[in-house]
Structure formats: structure tokens, C-alpha cells
């Protein structure tokens, strides 16, 4: 019933034979065998918290030494699109202490009925 459905999407999912052979999801889910072998692969909550974990990792291998409140805080509020395994193809996070939602373009797709089909380019949230 719900195929056509349109929505968008910002994570590659694991459970889509489209992404069966990308090294990113393969990494995943070595790292789930490995380290977390009790979390269903095709909940997406872990995904998404692989993603905010490297973006994590991302703020703190640039703030360096520096590991004060203010800089973490300057560095994570001004992201220029970091490059992050499992973000789908043109989806961007970018933001600034004016706008700090983070999600800068998300990936239109469309439920085929077994799968998520892209439709076009990633659209800016911005």
C-alpha cells in the first residue's frame, strides 16, 4: 500500500541491495559484528548514530589539543560538509552559529515496494 511513496533521506540503507557491496556499509557492519553484535543491522537508529559518531570524531580530530568548551563549540558550528561514511551520495552537512541544524541537502526517493528509488538530485535543506 505504500508504494510511491515519496520521502527523503539522508542515510544509505543497509538493508537495500543497492548498497550490498559499498565499502562504507560493509565497514558498518563489520563494526556492528565486531563491537555491537546485539544491534539489529536494518534498525536505521544505529546508523544514524555511527553518523553522529563520526561527526563527533570529526570535531574533535580538528579541535586537536585544543579541547576547550568554546572551540569544540566554534568547530561543530561551522561545519563545511566533512566527508562522513553512510550519508547518500550529494547530501551535505554544512552549518554556522546562525543555522546550526546541520543537515544542509537531503535525497528525494520514492518506496518502489521492496526498495527506495532516488528521484534526482539532493535538495538543499538550507
Not at 540503507?13 to 557491496?21: E, K, V
Given at each position: 500500500n505504500s508504494k510511491g511513496v515519496i520521502?527523503?533521506?539522508?542515510?544509505?540503507?543497509?538493508?537495500?541491495?543497492?548498497?550490498?557491496?559499498?565499502?562504507?556499509?560493509?565497514?558498518?557492519?563489520?563494526?556492528?559484528?565486531k563491537y555491537a553484535s546485539d544491534v539489529d543491522p536494518s534498525n536505521s537508529t544505529g546508523a544514524s548514530g555511527y553518523i553522529v559518531a563520526q561527526l563527533m570524531a570529526h570535531v574533535l580530530r580538528e579541535a586537536g589539543n585544543e579541547l576547550t568548551r568554546d572551540n569544540v563549540r566554534r568547530l561543530a558550528s561551522n561545519l563545511k560538509n566533512p566527508r562522513i561514511a553512510m550519508l547518500l551520495p550529494g547530501v551535505k552537512l554544512e552549518n554556522s552559529p546562525s543555522d546550526l541544524f546541520a543537515t544542509a541537502s537531503l535525497q528525494p526517493v520514492r518506496f518502489n515496494g521492496t526498495d527506495l528509488d532516488p528521484i534526482g538530485p539532493a535538495l538543499s535543506t538550507k
Open positions: 520521502g527523503l533521506q539522508f542515510n544509505k540503507d543497509i538493508t537495500s541491495p543497492r548498497w550490498n557491496r559499498d565499502p562504507e556499509v560493509l565497514e558498518y557492519q563489520d563494526l556492528l559484528k
